[in-house]
């Protein structure tokens, strides 16, 4: 039996009409929804990209670990799609949140007057990420983690840091880091 249309909720008639325009005009429809196994993937993905800037780093120099990170950032991150909230670990006011790809790009790498603190996270010489997760909620087509990160640098030493991250998937079905907020574990008193 049929719900007349003026007895349809607005959202299952807009989605009914969606999928009918979309089979008859040869639309893809990418499945938006987000599996576990996609989220650890990013994050590896993510820890792989920042130790694979500092060995750029060290092999060829701050212009190699920019052209990386670029491409790390334009890959990993929705700044395309918007602003991303993103409070990096080491960051300070007036300059905490970087909600732009530059103010991301600057943290990661250094060398952009605009932010003359940073001296470049991904520089630091990081030989080992590895993300330890306290727990993963996915509703659909979004997905938020939060955990710990450790970090190695080539003397050995760990840096533990608490880490928060929403993904979304983009119109291609690429999941995308939309919140990313990092800061050091509390050290007590």
Request: hydrophobic fraction near 40%; include cysteine.
């Amino acid at each position: 039996m049929h719900t007349p249309f003026h007895r349809c909720r607005p959202t299952a008639l807009i989605a009914t009409l969606a999928l009918a325009g979309a089979a008859h005009a040869n639309v893809s429809v990418v499945n938006q929804a987000i599996a576990e196994s996609e989220v650890i993937a990013a994050q590896q993905a993510w820890c792989q990209a920042l130790t694979g800037i500092s060995a750029a780093n060290d092999s060829g120099g701050q212009p190699a670990a920019k052209a990386l990170a670029e491409k790390v950032i334009d890959t990993a991150y929705g700044y395309q799609m918007g602003a991303v909230l993103f409070k990096p670990t080491l960051t300070t006011a007036p300059q905490t949140f970087r909600t732009t790809r530059a103010g991301a790009l600057a943290y990661f790498v250094g060398g952009d007057p605009a932010f003359p603190k940073d001296s470049g996270f991904a520089l630091k010489g990081w030989t080992r990420c590895e993300v330890a997760n306290a727990g993963i909620f996915i509703a659909g087509d979004s997905a938020t983690t939060m955990g710990k990160v450790h970090l190695t640098n080539k003397k050995g030493q760990v840096t533990t840091v608490d880490k928060t991250w929403k993904f979304v998937k983009d119109d291609t079905g690429r999941l995308r880091i939309v919140v990313h907020h990092s800061s050091l574990e509390y050290a007590g008193t």
